[in-house]
């Protein structure tokens, strides 16, 4: 080759390579500024995702704001890409794309810029617990045997099982994380109760115009939680899960109809026997018999701290100041553990007073 053809194809390759970029360019700005319906919608995988979509409260949203663009994180997201066009040209196709864990975990924490409130109270929780928390938790280790069932509520979008995660499964340890970058994973995300696409209406002013419709006529809302099932990997909204059938004894406890509590006990769950207070069961029994986990508890940050000043004045009808009774908050053990406590644990079953 001699030196002026060298010369020229060396002035075109600075060209090439500009209009690679330029074109690059277009496309990227293109696609992250079209409607969905010409971009994401348009692989038939993603438009069932984008049907609900745009049925939801977030529809107003760009989908880039919660699931970032081909370049949020860097070669890690360009490698993504492209193994999707990659089984796009093999032909690979899926009816219906998942995150995994890692995509849950990015997306969770684009939540707090939208609902930092609710973030900050689930930041300040137990549900905020990583996978460090619980899988090493040395006195939870030594009395139950780690098992696969606990990835029911601690790690439900694991694409590992229990033994893949950590080592040894026993109740002697030491324990260990079988790969160190999980330790600050967070086990139990924002979607493990509420699902982004799921119907819903904007928030909005009402009318007006029309003041019964303010508050008497106004419509019920969508529940917006639910619980994500691990081992058929479909989330189900709280007014489609069962409600809890508990006992005490042969005697049927009453639970709260609140579709939200159900979503509750999915965790916070009895024995195989339903009997109340075995295992993680929390329902509330005795005096508080029949109430909702919510009519104590924020549902985001879980601090049930004032809620006794909600229904109790600081002088009660029988002359005891419940404010400073010795319940669960400061005493696992309290013989007032509100969960359960009933009116003789206060008073002797003969001198209650009718004044």
């Given at each position: 080759?001699?030196?002026?053809?060298?010369?020229?194809l060396?002035?075109f390759?600075p060209?090439i390579?500009?209009a690679l970029?330029l074109?690059f360019t277009s496309?990227y700005?293109?696609?992250n500024l079209a409607?969905?319906?010409k971009?994401?919608a348009?692989?038939?995988?993603?438009?069932?995702?984008?049907?609900?979509?745009?049925?939801s409260s977030?529809?107003t949203?760009?989908?880039?704001?919660?699931?970032?663009?081909?370049?949020s994180?860097g070669?890690h997201s360009l490698r993504e890409k492209g193994h999707?066009v990659?089984s796009?040209m093999?032909?690979?196709?899926?009816?219906d794309?998942r995150?995994?864990?890692e995509q849950v975990?990015?997306?969770?924490?684009k939540?707090d810029?939208c609902h930092s409130s609710?973030f900050?109270g689930?930041l300040?929780s137990?549900?905020s617990?990583s996978?460090?928390?619980f899988?090493?938790?040395e006195?939870h280790n030594?009395?139950?045997l780690l098992?696969?069932d606990?990835l029911?509520?601690?790690?439900m979008y694991s694409?590992?099982?229990i033994t893949?995660l950590?080592e040894p499964?026993?109740?002697?340890?030491?324990?260990?994380?079988?790969d160190?970058?999980?330790?600050n994973r967070?086990?139990?995300?924002?979607?493990?109760?509420h699902?982004v696409h799921a119907?819903?209406?904007p928030?909005?002013?009402?009318?007006?115009?029309t003041?019964?419709t303010?508050?008497?006529?106004?419509k019920?809302?969508?529940?917006?939680?639910g619980f994500?099932?691990?081992?058929?990997k479909?989330?189900y909204?709280?007014?489609?899960?069962p409600?809890?059938?508990?006992?005490?004894?042969?005697?049927?406890v009453?639970?709260?109809?609140?579709?939200?509590?159900?979503?509750?006990?999915?965790?916070h769950?009895?024995?195989?026997?339903?009997?109340?207070?075995?295992?993680?069961d929390?329902?509330?029994?005795g005096?508080?018999?029949?109430?909702s986990?919510?009519?104590c508890?924020?549902p985001?940050?879980?601090?049930?701290?004032?809620s006794c000043?909600d229904c109790h004045?600081?002088?009660s009808?029988?002359r005891?100041d419940?404010t400073?009774?010795?319940t669960t908050y400061t005493?696992?053990?309290?013989?007032?553990?509100?969960?359960r406590?009933?009116?003789?644990?206060?008073?002797a079953?003969?001198t209650f007073?009718?004044?």
């Amino acid at each position: 080759m001699n030196k002026p053809t060298l010369r020229i194809l060396l002035l075109f390759i600075p060209a090439i390579i500009l209009a690679l970029l330029l074109i690059f360019t277009s496309f990227y700005a293109y696609w992250n500024l079209a409607s969905p319906q010409k971009t994401c919608a348009s692989c038939h995988e993603i438009g069932r995702s984008v049907d609900m979509f745009a049925l939801s409260s977030h529809r107003t949203l760009k989908c880039s704001e919660c699931h970032g663009t081909a370049l949020s994180n860097g070669i890690h997201s360009l490698r993504e890409k492209g193994h999707m066009v990659i089984s796009h040209m093999k032909n690979k196709y899926h009816d219906d794309i998942r995150m995994n864990e890692e995509q849950v975990n990015e997306v969770m924490l684009k939540c707090d810029r939208c609902h930092s409130s609710e973030f900050a109270g689930w930041l300040a929780s137990g549900h905020s617990l990583s996978y460090g928390d619980f899988l090493l938790n040395e006195k939870h280790n030594k009395t139950e045997l780690l098992n696969f069932d606990c990835l029911r509520c601690h790690g439900m979008y694991s694409d590992l099982d229990i033994t893949e995660l950590v080592e040894p499964l026993d109740i002697k340890g030491p324990w260990k994380l079988k790969d160190e970058l999980l330790t600050n994973r967070s086990a139990i995300p924002c979607l493990a109760c509420h699902q982004v696409h799921a119907e819903g209406t904007p928030a909005a002013r009402p009318d007006y115009a029309t003041p019964l419709t303010i508050f008497y006529q106004r419509k019920p809302a969508v529940f917006k939680a639910g619980f994500y099932n691990r081992p058929d990997k479909i989330y189900y909204t709280a007014e489609n899960l069962p409600k809890l059938n508990l006992w005490e004894g042969e005697r049927p406890v009453k639970v709260s109809d609140d579709p939200l509590m159900r979503n509750c006990v999915q965790c916070h769950a009895p024995d195989a026997r339903h009997q109340a207070g075995t295992s993680d069961d929390r329902t509330p029994r005795g005096v508080h018999e029949g109430l909702s986990c919510l009519a104590c508890h924020d549902p985001h940050s879980n601090d049930a701290r004032q809620s006794c000043q909600d229904c109790h004045p600081a002088i009660s009808n029988c002359r005891l100041d419940v404010t400073t009774m010795n319940t669960t908050y400061t005493d696992p053990n309290s013989p007032n553990n509100i969960h359960r406590v009933s009116c003789t644990d206060c008073h002797a079953e003969k001198t209650f007073s009718r004044r």
